[in-house]
Structure formats: C-alpha cells, structure tokens
C-alpha cells in the first residue's frame, strides 16, 4: 500500500493500540513508508532500542524524508497555559518544575 501510493506529499503517521508491542511494528512499517519516499511521524516510543532507532534516522537521511517522533503533549492546552504562566511571571519566579501526565490504562492480560 505504501510503495502504490502516488501522493507526492503523502506522510505517515504510525500509531499503534497502546496494548501492542511497539518493537512488532514500527520499524518494519516506518522503514517501509521511509523506503517509499514518505515522510514519517511515530508516536512515541519512537523505537524500542537505539539501534533500531539509529538505523530508521540513518534510512531517512539517505532518503530525504522526515522521521519524527510526535511529542504532542507540548501542544496541549494545560502545558501551553503553563507556559505562559510561568514566562510571563504570573504565578511567581519558578525555580522547579516536576510535572507528570498520564492515562488511565486498564490492565491487559
């Protein structure tokens, strides 16, 4: 399907159900959509070792396409007040921050 697709600015987005192994998917489909000439956005973990992460970089630098992992937290309207609460000195001189964010995740067996 990704080698046929003629698009020209056809990208890719990989995302898999949160009770799937990552490492079973990503590489082989990312490095398909890589070798197709498309650009490519995985959410997160972007890889599940250094090598295999290295390697899909390495693939889409010799190809000249976009390999991103998406960090779409960033954009969420509760860290963008943030931000701005704290760069513009609302809530006082932040000198620490621990922040975590998280979703309930039923137990898979």
Excluded: N, Y
């Excluded at 399907?1 to 009770?19: D, E, G, T, V």
């Amino acid at each position: 399907m990704i080698a046929r697709a003629k698009a020209k600015r056809l990208s890719l987005l990989l995302r898999f159900p949160f009770h799937t192994h990552p490492s079973l998917f990503i590489q082989e489909h990312a490095l398909l959509a890589i070798e197709a000439g498309k650009h490519v956005l995985v959410e997160k973990p972007v890889a599940c070792t250094g090598k295999d992460a290295e390697e899909m970089i390495a693939r889409a630098k010799a190809k000249g396409v976009l390999f991103l992992e998406g960090m779409w937290t960033r954009f969420f309207p509760v860290v963008e007040m943030a931000r701005h609460l704290i760069s513009t000195g609302a809530i006082g001189r932040v000198v620490a921050l621990h922040a975590d964010f998280g979703t309930f995740s039923p137990v898979i067996k």
